[in-house]
């Protein structure tokens, strides 16, 4: 079984909802991914999110330890034998400070009840899927892009990735590069389909091929103009978001102004939105 650190060096404890690091990549200091193994019993949809965390500091006064997790997109694809994640570490927060730390042969807590609103049940049939987002909210869209049903269900497909520097980036591009060198991978969506995908990343504090906030390109119109589609419809597009909190208000705000309507999972919609995690 495995074992999970409770707070203190000398001390480890096994948890019924424990699961073994077997991989750790850092991409900057102030972002990285893991891979976990899986729980036989987790079944997820493309874009939802765990709580994951470790166990924190006993207690004073009882000596006892409790777990401290946090909401995680699953990166990693439905049908993966691991779980992926993509975490920003906080050199204060709570549970990025320590977590940042982990490396393969270490536990970490994972509850398998998956949940969340950036599912394509939440939204209803449309033509064009845009996945807006910035910082870790690429995460749930690493999921969902190599999940067949997201080339299925739509003629064009467009991710969006707004971050403060071309480091900052790698994870997503790396996806992109990655997705089409992977046989598997390419049987499994259809070569003829990742003709549908198409990337438009953004930097706002480094020079890149496109810089600003996705929120004033689209604004201005250049994100329509470079990417030669009309602006959004909610006869035709669908969004789904997952960023900072001011980026998802503002951009919210933009959907909303196009006529789209945000779904739930009981009530399907044109765009669905969901808070990256941030410690
Ligand atoms: P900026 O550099 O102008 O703050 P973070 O790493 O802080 O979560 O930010 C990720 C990206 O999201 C950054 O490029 C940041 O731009 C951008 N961002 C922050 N707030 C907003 C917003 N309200 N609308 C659009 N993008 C935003």
Redesign the pocket.
């Known amino acids: 079984q495995t074992a999970v650190s409770d707070g203190l060096p000398s001390r480890r404890s096994t948890h019924p909802d424990a699961q073994t690091v077997t991989q750790v990549r850092h991409w900057t200091d102030?972002l990285f991914s893991f891979r976990v193994t899986r729980p036989a019993s987790l079944r997820f949809r493309a874009g939802e999110f765990v709580m994951l965390g470790l166990m924190g500091a006993p207690d004073a006064r009882t000596g006892k330890a409790k777990p401290l997790l946090r909401a995680y997109s699953i990166a990693s694809p439905p049908w993966d034998d691991e779980l992926e994640f993509y975490s920003?570490k906080v050199p204060d927060g709570p549970l990025t400070s320590r977590l940042q730390h982990i490396v393969p042969g270490d536990g970490i807590i994972l509850r398998p009840k998956p949940v969340g609103t950036l599912v394509h049940d939440a939204l209803l049939p449309g033509k064009r899927l845009w996945l807006f987002a910035?910082?870790?909210?690429i995460a749930p869209f690493a999921s969902l892009l190599r999940d067949p049903q997201t080339f299925e269900d739509y003629d064009e497909v467009i991710l969006t990735h707004?971050?403060?520097?071309r480091g900052?980036l790698a994870y997503s591009a790396e996806l992109l590069r990655s997705i089409p060198e992977n046989a598997l991978l390419l049987e499994l969506l259809g070569a003829e389909n990742l003709a549908k995908l198409r990337y438009y990343p953004?930097?706002?504090?480094e020079e890149s091929s496109v810089m600003g906030?996705?929120?004033?390109l689209m604004r201005a119109g250049k994100l329509f103009t470079d990417l030669g589609v009309p602006p959004l419809s909610p006869e035709h597009d669908r969004a789904m978001v997952c960023?900072?909190l001011?980026?998802?208000?503002?951009?919210k705000a933009q959907l909303e102004g196009y006529g789209l309507r945000e779904g739930a999972n009981s009530t399907p919609g044109h765009y669905v939105l969901e808070k990256?995690f941030?410690d």
């Open positions: 102030r920003i910035t910082g870790t909210g707004t971050c403060r520097d900052e953004t930097t706002t504090r906030r996705i929120t004033d960023g900072n001011a980026f998802n208000l503002e951009i990256a941030l």
